[in-house]
């Protein structure tokens, strides 16, 4: 490996997030949506490439966003009739741990969530010889 590629990071980090009982009108809102992107863009110093994108579903449906980011994505789905929302987060570098279940709690009203860090290596490991 040359000095380039000795220097760069050799995994980024997901972050695979199930939040449940949740207030099903937080759920439902783009606007409380819109407000766990921007603080999680801030809070983590990510770099949106574009605005993102949200689709609200018909009725009592929900809504799903997506923010391109430089360092990969961020995307979240709830589900107002379960009281749900899944989220996930791939940054190519590693950051910070940020306190997904206080956030969701304050912002979503989650009653619980579950956490799932991934480490996602970019080359293969060495077989042992």
Known sequence: MGPLSDSLPANGREWVVE?????????ASLEVLRALFARMIADLS?????????????????ITGLALLAESHLACHTFPEH?????????CTPRPEW????ELRRLVGAEAVEVRRLERPYSA???AA
Do not use: M, Q, Y
């Open 83 to 91: 009281g749900s929302l899944c989220l996930n987060l791939f940054c």
């Open 46 to 62: 990510l770099h949106p490439v574009t605005e993102p994108l949200w689709h609200k579903f018909p009725g009592p449906g929900g």
């Open 99 to 102: 306190d997904f279940e206080r």
């Open 19 to 27: 939040a449940h009982g949740c207030d099903p009108a937080a759920l």
């Open 125 to 127: 490991p060495i077989p």
